[in-house]
C-alpha cells in the first residue's frame, strides 16, 4: 500500500487545516484509518481512527477540535483540525489496517506548524 498525505502548513493559532491521505495499491480490504502524530523530540501520538462503517475514535485530549472522516469508494482519509494550538505542531502521519491484520502501516507524513 502507499499513502500519501497532503493538507499540511503553516497555520496561527486558533486557525484551521483539513489533512487528507489516499492510500493506493492496497491489495488487501482496508478496516480501520487512522492519523498519528510525531513531534520533534517526542513519540508517536495517536490522533484519530475510523472504522470501515465509521466508527471514531480519538485521542484524549483531541476530541472536539478534530474529526476525522473517510471515502471508502475512494480508500480516502480526512483529519479536519481546528481551534489548532501551538502543542498541535507535529508530522501527521495516516495510516492502514488491513482485515486479518493487527498492525497500522504508515505513509510520509505532513507537517503542520501551528505559531502562537
Known amino acids: 500500500v502507499q499513502l500519501q498525505a497532503s493538507g499540511g502548513g503553516s497555520v496561527q493559532a486558533g486557525g484551521s487545516l483539513r489533512l487528507s491521505c489516499v492510500a493506493s495499491?492496497?491489495?488487501?480490504?482496508?478496516?480501520?484509518m487512522a492519523w498519528a502524530r510525531q513531534a520533534a523530540g517526542k513519540e508517536r501520538e495517536f490522533v484519530a481512527s475510523?472504522?470501515?462503517?465509521?466508527?471514531?475514535n480519538y485521542g484524549d485530549t483531541l476530541k472536539g477540535r478534530f474529526t476525522i472522516s473517510r471515502d471508502n469508494a475512494k480508500d480516502t482519509v480526512d483529519l479536519q483540525m481546528h481551534s489548532l494550538i501551538p502543542e498541535d505542531t507535529a508530522k501527521y502521519y495516516c495510516?492502514?489496517?488491513?482485515?486479518?491484520?493487527?498492525?497500522?502501516?504508515w505513509g510520509q507524513g505532513t507537517q503542520v506548524t501551528v505559531s502562537s
Open positions: 495510516g492502514v489496517r488491513f482485515y486479518g491484520r493487527d498492525e497500522f502501516y
Open positions: 475510523i472504522g470501515r462503517i465509521g466508527a471514531a
Open positions: 495499491r492496497a491489495v488487501l480490504g482496508i478496516k480501520d
